[in-house]
């Protein structure tokens, strides 16, 4: 009878060393994945382009674009590639996108030019900044020559990816 006391307290600690084991074993597993290192495509894109449909024959469509050349483009409306399709960019173009943005000052953009006509189609460029969050602009009309032009630009270069050759074209 005097060792049914210890047969508890050894069955205690029998159990409750397996748990603190675990414990330990799974704090290492969330260690080790927390230290791998993101690609540039695992950190997401580095540009998102959108142009948004009208009461007429606008294109719409939106690309998310990686730093690889990668582009994620979802056809919606109007144009000749409908649903999601994943194209290529060479990188060098991305690159020079961005470095046209920066050129531009892109991140002194206001964040809407908007005439508040609800059949106008709009195009929105969102831009990773170099905290990692992105600046979004929509423009609609009323916009600036220098977001004017990079807006083009960009719309251009998308259009031809995309295959949107003779469409209407909302700018």
Sequence with gaps: MRYIPL???LSFFSLSVPACAQKTTVQKTKTKKASKKATPTEAGPVLTFERTPCFGTCPAYTMQVYA????????????PLI?????????AVVADMLRQAKEAHFETFATQYRSGVTDMPSTIVAIRQPDGSFKKVT???AVPENVQAYFT???????????????????
């Design 68 to 79: 690889d050349g990668r582009v994620a483009y979802e056809g919606r409306h109007n144009v």
């Design 139 to 141: 423009a609609e009309s």
């Design 7 to 9: 047969l508890l307290l």
């Design 153 to 171: 630009y960009l719309t251009t270069q998308f259009d031809r990816l995309g295959q949107v050759n003779g469409l209407e074209s909302d700018k």
């Design 83 to 91: 649903g999601k399709k994943e194209l290529k960019l060479p990188a």
